[in-house]
Structure formats: C-alpha cells, structure tokens
C-alpha cells in the first residue's frame, strides 16, 4: 500500500468518526442546577495525574453552579486526598450523599473491613484512566468522554470517599491509532486500577493488554470485535453491529408504509459505517418487512452528490436512511433540494443530533429523523442527564454535551455504584464480576437500558426529529421497545 494510500484511509476514517463525537446542545448550567436539585459542592481532585481544570486551591462554593462561561466561584480546598467535609471512610464505603441522584446512587456501601491498598490504590486515593482519541487526525475527536469522566470524579470527590479514598484520574491519549491505545493500556495496567469511560475509534490496539492484565475497563462504548471479546472490557452503550434493534423500523413502516418498501441506504464509504449500513438494510428488512433498493458507499472526497440522488429518482426511492458525518448529510440533502428530490422520510443514527449540524443544514434538516438510545439533552425533567450537562459546564465551561460523553458519564456511575457495594472486596476481578452482572443499566435513567452482561444491543429507544427550530421525541413513551433481530453482517 503507498503513502499517499494509506493517508487517504486514515483521512476518511477521521472524518468519519468526527461525525460521532458531537449530538445535542448547550444548555443554561443555573437551569440545570435547579433541575438536578442536587447541591455542588467539589475538591481538587489532583493527584496521579488528575488535573481539574480548576486554578490550584479554588472549588465552587456549596450549591453554586456557575452560569455558562463563567468560571466557579472560589472556595476553600483542603488536603485532595483526605474525604470531603462530612465524609466518612471508617467502617463503610464513606460518603455524606446518599439517593438515587447522588454520587453513589442507591448504591448500599459495603463494609470497609479487609479493604487492601492495590494496583492504583493508596491510603488516600483510587486512580482511573481515561484512555480516549484526543490528538491525531481529528484533534479532540473524543474529549468529550474525558471531560465527561473529569466531571463526574469531581462530582463525587465534592461528596463521598470510597473507604476514605477520593478518585484521581490520569488522562490518556489513544491517538485514533490501535498502536497508541495498547500503549496507553499499557501504562493503565501498571498505574491505575480501572479504566472509566474511555472512547476509541481503534479501540482493538487495546483489547489483548486489557483482558491480560484484568483491568476493569468500563467504557463509553465499543466500536471494534476485538474489544467485545475482551474479558474484562464492557461498553456502556451495550451494541453489537449484526444486533439491530426493530422499534425504528416498525415506527416508520406503520407510518410510511410504501415508503419502506422503496428504501435507500447511503454511507461514507470508510470505516465502520459501510458494515454498520448494510447491517441496518438487512436488518430492518428482516425485522419489519423494508425493502432496500439502493445500498450504496459515497467516497470521502466526494463532492458531487448529484449522481447518487439521481440514482434514488430513478429508482422511485421514498425513505432515505444514510450513515455519515453531519458534513457529508448536509452536501446530501442540499443535493436532494437542488434536484427536486423529496422522500417520504429521511433518517439517520444521532451523530447529527447536534447544533452544528442545525447550523449548516438550515432549511433541508427540517423534519429530519434520528434514532436515540439516549433521553434528550433538551429535557429538564431528566434529573440525570441534568446533572451531567450541570457539572461538564463547571470542569469546562462551554463544553458541547454529546451522547459519547453522556454514555462516559454513565460509565463513571457504573465504576462508583459498584465499587461503593464492594467496599473492603473491591478488587479488579469481583468489579469486572459486578460490572458482568449487570443486566439493565440505565445510567440512573439517562438513556434506555443496556445489558452490559452480554454486550448486546438494547432492544428500545427513541425517535426524534428535528421541525420547527427545535429537536423533539415523536415517538410514543419513554423509550419504544421491540426486539432485536440478528442481520447477519457484521457479527
């Protein structure tokens, strides 16, 4: 393979999972604050490698959250390691905050008794890693999975101990390259106890190093195989590529019935979304009867949109379902208004849940449809994702929420819960037990529930679509549920 090969490859492959960085948008943090009723209180939490982002010896004062772009208010700080102000880590896990909304959850501390200092574990601190892509083609592609986890290590250590010991967390960076993410494993194995929320586009590089040393890795999600047969690895957005859940494909059929019969699915022509295409054609014409009659990859230096929407006219296409970066929708769609080309639908997985992509599409995104296995960010009566948008704001004012962040935020929830029930047993193999046990993780109702015991995809989510300015849910209940149905690409 040449040179300029090879870089036109990891060009598209960038380009591609800058798509899948950002969904959702900003809200007020003062609003938040008051949706999550929870009070802010947060220590530095520094230590091996676990930089705030705050200035040396500042926390917000009890209860504030700062409005957004302002920085929070000083404070007094004491010793990181010792337990914050009415925390306990004597004879139990520790901790003042107790709840379903609290750092610890509903969590019941185990007893303290037996605990033993261990790989990233001190008298006065348990040390994560977040392994994520921060440099490298895309720079900063994932940070919102670090920023995510930052935000809830701080959240906690404003609260609770886990038998006296706060959470520090050292940042690593995986480079969007399979050789970075073994390496920082590596370095994860050797100086901390787990890994939290971590997100890798080549998050194979990893797997071999993980699932040998033991290393608890709960991870925002998993794009690669090798990852899932790692024995110690979980993704917090349980999905498997060949496991397509039908709620979608029912919805749109019995509203668009003779549209789906007259399907197309179009994709970015490089890395996972050409098998993730194909596995949702043949899946949702397993599932609900679709008939896709045009299955086509569109390069990534393609600019010329037009051919493939002529391609669709003469075809009679009437759905549209396409999988790409909110870029490469937006020069889809001006195509498809150019040429006259109206479908019924047009939907697309919720990489384009996000304000950029509203801010470039203008006229064409309306009544574009998206499918979420998240609530949405625009709701205040979700205490939780609150909770997440209230404290990113405070590790990073002007931080852009996204599902990968939620779903690293909901990972570092997971590690909490379970190592708080654990207490004196915490160890790498009875956490990696815990974690493998649990069967319906919602994040504390962040989004639907995921299996993390088998990794598989979740069988509800929701339907959104964008009219009038605004995202809405148009779908029925919470979530909708159906089953899952195995496609048979990709597995």
Known sequence: MGARTRIRRTAGVAFVLLALTACGSQLDPATVAKASGQGATTGETTGAGGDTGLPAGEAPAAGDVPAAGEAPAAGTAGDPAAPAAGATGGATGGGKSKGKGAPTGTAKAGSCDGFKNQT??????ITLANVSDISGPVPGIFESAQQATRAYVEYFNSQNTICGRKLALVNLDSRADAGADQQ????????????????????????????SCGIPDIRSTIVNPERQACKSCFGTYSIRTNLISDPAAKWLAAKYPDAVKNAAFLYINAGAAPVNAKSLAAGYEKAA????????????????FAPYVQQMKDKGIRAVIYYG????????????????FK????????TIYDKRYIQQAGAVAEGTYVFSPNDMFENKANPEVQLYLSWLQQVKPGAIPNYYGLFAWSAARLFVEKATAL??????????????????WTGNGAHTAMNLSTGATPPCLKMLQYSGGQWSQVSPGTYM??????????G
């Open 481 to 490: 549920c159906g089953n899952v149905v195995d496609s048979g690409i990709g």
């Open 343 to 350: 479908p019924d639908f047009y939907m697309q997985d919720p």
């Open 184 to 211: 920082a494993y590596i370095k994860a194995c050797s100086d901390t106890f787990a890994a939290v929320g971590s997100m890798s586009a080549f998050d194979s590089g990893g797997a071999a190093t993980a699932s």
């Open 325 to 340: 970066p909110y870029q490469n929708t937006v020069k889809l769609q001006q195509a498809m208004q150019q040429q006259g």
């Open 289 to 304: 009867g679709w008939s896709a009659k045009y299955v086509q990859g569109i390069d990534v230096a393609e600019f010329n």
């Open 120 to 125: 990233g574990i001190t008298d006065s601190t």
């Open 423 to 440: 207490g004196g047993k915490l160890t790498r193999a009875s956490l990696v037990d815990a974690v493998r046990a649990t069967t319906a």
